[in-house]
C-alpha cells in the first residue's frame, strides 16, 4: 500500500500543478485562471502515488495553509504565486497534428457538425494522444479519440492559442479537418417474441382438471339412484309376499 503525502506535500503539488504546468496534467484554466477543484482533483488523482486524494485533501492543504498561494471562490481554485505567463498565447502556429476524445455517444454528432466545446469554454486539443485520452476518460470512460490536422486547419483560417507546452485552444474544429474511427453501425432490434402459451398441468396431454361441484352433484345422483333401487327392490319383495299368501 502507497504512502499517503503529507499536506505539505500536497500543497507544494498543487501550486506546481496550479502555478506552472496546468497543462502537463491535461489542465486548462479559465480567462481568469481558475481551475474547477474537481478538475485539480482529477488531475492529481491520475499520478501514481497520489491516487487517494479527494476533495477533502484539498480542502484540508486550504484551511492550514499560513500564506495566500491558493485562492479559492466557490468551486474554483488557482494559484496567486507562481510562475507568470501561465496564461495561453494567441495566434500560434499548431502542430501538423493534434488530438482530441469526444464523448461515445456524441461522436456522430461530431462527424456531421465538427468539434464543438461541450461544457469547456473552448476546445482542447493535445499534442499526444496518451494526453487526449487522459482528458478524454474524465468525461467518457470509453472516449473516442480524433485526429486533427491542425496546420490544414490553421491554413483554412482556424485561429489555434496554446496553453503551455501541450494543450492548444481552438473555438471549432470544422468536419473535413479531423478524422477517427468508422461510426458503429446501430444494431438493430431483435424481433419480439411472440407470446407462447401458457402451459400448465391442465393443458398437458392426457391430463384432465377435476371439478369439485360437477364431481360432488354426481355423488348426489348416484346416492339417490343407489336409494331408488332399494326402494324399487322392496317393493318387488312385498308385491311377492301378497300373492303367496293369497
Known amino acids: 500500500m502507497a504512502k499517503l503525502r503529507t499536506p505539505k506535500e500536497l500543497r507544494k503539488l498543487m501550486i506546481y500543478v496550479l502555478g506552472r504546468r496546468p497543462d502537463e496534467f491535461g489542465l486548462v484554466p479559465d480567462k481568469e485562471g481558475f481551475v474547477r477543484i474537481k478538475d485539480l482533483v482529477n488531475g492529481i488523482s491520475e499520478e501514481p502515488g497520489w491516487g487517494y486524494v479527494r476533495k477533502s485533501h484539498i480542502h484540508?492543504?486550504?484551511i492550514t495553509s499560513s500564506d495566500n498561494c491558493l485562492i479559492v471562490e466557490d468551486d474554483r481554485i488557482r494559484a496567486a504565486c507562481g510562475k507568470k505567463g501561465v496564461?495561453?498565447?494567441?495566434g500560434v502556429l499548431p502542430?501538423?497534428?493534434l488530438y482530441h476524445c469526444v464523448r461515445r455517444k456524441s461522436y456522430p454528432v461530431v462527424c456531421q457538425k465538427g468539434i464543438f466545446p461541450m461544457g469547456q469554454h473552448r476546445v482542447f486539443l493535445a499534442t499526444t494522444?496518451?494526453?487526449?485520452?487522459r482528458m478524454g476518460r474524465r468525461r467518457d470512460p470509453k472516449p473516442v479519440l480524433l485526429t486533427v490536422q491542425a496546420q490544414r486547419a490553421s491554413q483554412a483560417g482556424v485561429t489555434f492559442s496554446r496553453q503551455g507546452e501541450l494543450i492548444y485552444m481552438v473555438d471549432?474544429?470544422?468536419v473535413g479537418y479531423f478524422s477517427g474511427p468508422p461510426i458503429p453501425k446501430e444494431k438493430k432490434e431483435a424481433p419480439k417474441p411472440k407470446d407462447e402459451?401458457?402451459?400448465?398441468?391442465e393443458?398437458?396431454?392426457g391430463s384432465f382438471t377435476l371439478?369439485?361441484?360437477r364431481s360432488q352433484d354426481l355423488q348426489k345422483q348416484r346416492f339417490k339412484t343407489k336409494g331408488l333401487k332399494k326402494e324399487i327392490a322392496w317393493k318387488k319383495d312385498a308385491r311377492k309376499l301378497r300373492r303367496k299368501r293369497k
Open 60 to 62: 484540508e492543504v486550504i
Open 87 to 90: 496564461g495561453p498565447v494567441t
Open 95 to 97: 502542430p501538423k497534428l
Open 129 to 133: 494522444g496518451d494526453l487526449a485520452l
Open 172 to 174: 471549432h474544429v470544422p
Open 197 to 201: 402459451p401458457v402451459v400448465t398441468p
Open 203 to 205: 393443458t398437458l396431454p
Open 211 to 213: 371439478d369439485m361441484e
